[in-house]
């Protein structure tokens, strides 16, 4: 591929030397200034060439690796995609273990508690049993005293509830 004209390089030309200033060189520098400025234009046309060359090369290059990019993004992607699962399946096995010891956790929280109010359950039922015969002895007593008069009181012994 060759560049536009109006990115080509201009050649550096010389004036023509006027005919009635001109004086032959006799010592020859004149021929050697012309072979070096020739020199110059070829190393230039030689510079040009080659990196006329490269680019055509690099950009052959870039075509090549345009068409592989898509598989290769899809590799890519695909791969990133198994880390993005991979890691979502241990994120989710972590959050099952902590669930499962919370609710463990939780259900031997719960079976403590139940046992505590149990034995608060079994403890309040006996102190009302002793509340119960407590109130028996109490009444009992009372009754003894309501059906006697008081005369009677001081002979004989005070009765129980339980008999």
């Not at 075509?63 to 699962?85: V, W």
């Amino acid at each position: 591929m060759e560049l536009p004209d109006a990115q080509r390089p201009k050649r550096l030309s010389s004036p023509a030397p006027e005919s009635s200033t001109f004086q032959p060189d006799p010592e020859g520098i004149g021929s050697r200034v012309s072979a070096v400025f020739t020199k110059a234009e070829q190393a230039a046309d030689h510079i040009l060439r080659v990196a006329q060359d490269e680019a055509d090369d690099i950009r052959r290059r870039a075509e090549a690796e345009m068409e592989l990019c898509p598989g290769a993004h899809r590799d890519a992607a695909d791969r990133e995609a198994r880390e993005i699962i991979d890691a979502a399946r241990v994120e989710a096995d972590a959050i099952r273990a902590q669930a499962t010891d919370a609710g463990r956790a939780t259900e031997t929280a719960a079976r403590a508690r139940a046992q505590l109010i149990a034995e608060g359950v079994r403890l309040m039922s006996e102190q009302a049993e002793w509340a119960r015969q407590g109130l028996s002895d109490a009444l009992a007593r009372l009754n003894y005293y309501a059906v006697r008069e008081p005369e009677e009181w001081a002979g004989t012994p005070e009765p129980s509830a339980s008999g």
